[in-house]
């Protein structure tokens, strides 16, 4: 991968960790926010999918560089979920229910 198209990558990743850490901040104390790890699926499937698939078809990535991104893109998404389900268990221990 040349280096301009890895260095887009680096910001593009950077981007989907900036929206990860926003949408969690955005978590509702008392749970229930499911509904936003949807929405992150949402912007990363309306806005870096489409550049990322764009990259590869212009032989900028190759198949598997594109890949490897997007699983990075939808493992995030996982740790998201993951993370607004810890602090609903946490906040449900703290009500003791």
Avoid at 18 to 27: D, E, I, N, Q
Avoid at 33 to 51: D, H, K, R, W
Avoid at 53 to 76: H, I, T, V, W
Wanted: proline share 3%; with cysteine; aromatic share 12%.
């Amino acid at each position: 991968m040349e280096e301009n198209v890895q260095r887009e990558v680096e910001t593009l990743k950077g981007m989907v960790l900036t929206w990860k850490r926003s949408y969690l901040g955005w978590a509702p104390s008392d749970g229930g926010g499911e509904f936003l790890a949807q929405e992150f699926l949402e912007e990363i499937e309306s806005y870096v999918y489409p550049y990322v698939r764009r990259m590869s078809e212009c032989d900028y990535l190759s198949g598997p560089e594109a890949k490897e991104f997007l699983d990075f893109c939808y493992n995030q998404v996982e740790v998201l979920r993951d993370a607004l389900r810890e602090a609903e268990g946490k906040e449900l221990h703290k009500r003791g229910e």
